[in-house]
């Protein structure tokens, strides 16, 4: 279980609502981390909806009802066998980006309230070394990808951060309670050079305050 975040901002696909950022330069290609909390406002078991992406590429998504992920252009990385359907639960989701690493299995990794998924439908690994799409000087999506087929999501997303330079896992962003409830907690590294943290969403002119 997960305890979910105290604010977040919410989606509706049917205002077409998402977030957009152009980095003036390059950051880490290779090696990067994206976090949030996550709860669904629509539930389509023949529909994706895209929580972050760029220029006419999806990077990670929730398709048919399961988290999916690309990489390197439309190549599909990663399509988990379990299933997130709840619109009640919240679920903090850490994607980490290591591709310089020599064990294919860790260049990819999802982690779901706190776990590590390693049940795949489908694990298509980046060969090392590889530059990812994300982290260019292009624009980048939080809420849709880009092109004639935005998938927008519908939702809420809340305490969004980007790490680039560095592939985390999920500790560095929460901590079960004596519960075993996976909690939010304040991430205290660095940022990198295109990093950033959105955490407040206090009014319609601080939307995208970068918060780290």
């Known amino acids: 279980a997960a305890a979910g975040p105290t604010r977040s901002l ?23 981390t994206w976090a949030a909390w996550i709860k669904r406002g629509a539930i389509s078991s023949s529909s994706e909806f895209v929580l972050f992406g760029m220029e006419d590429d999806v990077l990670l998504a929730l398709a048919q009802d399961k988290l999916r992920a690309n990489v390197i252009a439309t190549q ?6 379990q299933i997130f359907r709840d619109p009640s639960a919240w679920y903090h989701v850490v994607f980490a980006i290591d591709t310089t690493t020599s064990t294919a299995n860790n260049r990819v990794r999802i982690y779901v309230n706190g776990s590590e998924i390693t049940d795949f439908e489908t694990r298509n690994n980046p060969s090392q070394n590889a530059d990812t799409n994300y982290n260019k000087a292009s624009i980048h999506y939080i809420g849709r990808q880009r ?22 896992d999920a500790s560095s962003f929460g901590a079960y309670d004596a519960n075993d409830v996976w909690q939010a907690a304040t991430y205290s590294g660095t940022y990198g050079t295109n990093g950033f943290h959105l955490l407040d969403f206090a009014n319609e002119s601080t939307v995208g305050h970068d918060s780290s």
């Open 10 to 32: 919410r989606f509706n696909s049917g205002d077409t609502a998402y977030l957009a950022r152009t980095p003036s330069s390059a950051g880490n290609r290779k090696t990067w």
């Open 76 to 81: 599909v990385a990663l399509t988990t066998s």
């Open 147 to 168: 092109g004639q087929d935005p998938r927008y999501f519908a939702g809420y997303l809340a305490d969004i951060y980007f790490i680039d330079g560095s592939a985390l």
